[in-house]
């Protein structure tokens, strides 16, 4: 258990609206990856962070952007949400850069 | 650019039969390889891990995989399996990179695990 949680767990908003969500780990490691997960895609990495106030963008970072002010917290802001953002977002961590990663339970994002 | 195919989308096996999972990447260096396992509603899970040395790496609840540079593959295998295994499995390469290693994952093998 690498301690990481993630909230909210589920969440309805509606088109238009800012939302954030927040990840949290416990163990105080370096770097924090946001997923978002959707049918055929896989996981595609929307933004990631190697350090407090450190980040950079993946693949899918368009209508999203991140914050990182303390070691333990990343968060993820969808600045005006839109349908296309329905998705399931997964946080992860690792210990080190190209090491392995260990993910958090997931937030059900629905944009209506 | 790195990049993982998972060419099977879906699997079905019987129980106690035999599995194999395949991926395929796309690299420039020595890769780092991984696979996961997602169980309904859940985060993914690390099963195994390659970075370098032996090219058959163990894992968690009895799967293994082997890396084979001349195929670029890294297929995960489990001589027996049980209806837990049902799952959906992803593939995934490390990065090298100058900051934090992003992976990219394949899109995964969905297995069905018949009585």
């Known amino acids: 258990d690498a301690g990481i949680t993630q909230s909210p767990r589920h969440k309805v908003t509606e088109t238009g609206t800012p939302v954030t969500l927040r990840c949290h780990q416990t163990?105080?490691?370096?770097?924090m990856y946001w997923y978002r997960q959707d049918p055929g895609h896989g996981l595609r990495l929307i933004h990631y962070?190697?350090?407090?106030?450190?980040?950079d963008k993946g693949e899918v970072s368009d209508g999203y952007s991140v914050s990182r002010s303390k070691t333990e917290d990343f968060l993820l802001t969808l600045e005006s949400a839109t349908s296309s953002q329905t998705s399931v977002y997964f946080c992860?961590?690792?210990?080190?850069?190209?090491?392995?990663?260990?993910f958090g339970p997931g937030t059900r994002l629905t944009v209506t | 650019a790195q990049s993982v195919t998972q060419p099977d989308i879906h699997i079905t096996v019987s129980e106690g039969a035999s599995l194999e999972l395949r991926c395929n990447y796309s690299?420039?260096?020595?890769?780092?390889l991984f696979w996961y396992v997602q169980s309904p509603g859940q985060g993914l899970q690390l099963l195994l891990k390659?970075?370098?040395?032996?090219?058959l790496v163990q894992g968690i609840k009895g799967f293994e995989a082997e890396f084979k540079r001349s195929q670029s593959s890294f297929n995960l295998r489990k001589p027996s399996v049980h209806w837990s295994d049902a799952a959906e499995y992803f593939c995934?390469?490390?990065?090298?990179?100058?900051?934090?290693?992003?992976?990219?994952f394949g899109d995964g093998t969905t297995l069905t695990v018949k009585p």
């Open positions: 390659y970075f370098s040395g032996d090219t």
């Open positions: 690299y420039g260096a020595t890769p780092y």
């Open positions: 163990e105080n490691h370096r770097y």
């Open positions: 962070s190697y350090g407090v106030k450190d980040t």
């Open positions: 995934a390469v490390g990065a090298e990179d100058t900051n934090a290693g992003k992976s990219t």
């Open positions: 992860a961590i690792s210990v080190k850069a190209h090491n392995e990663q260990y």
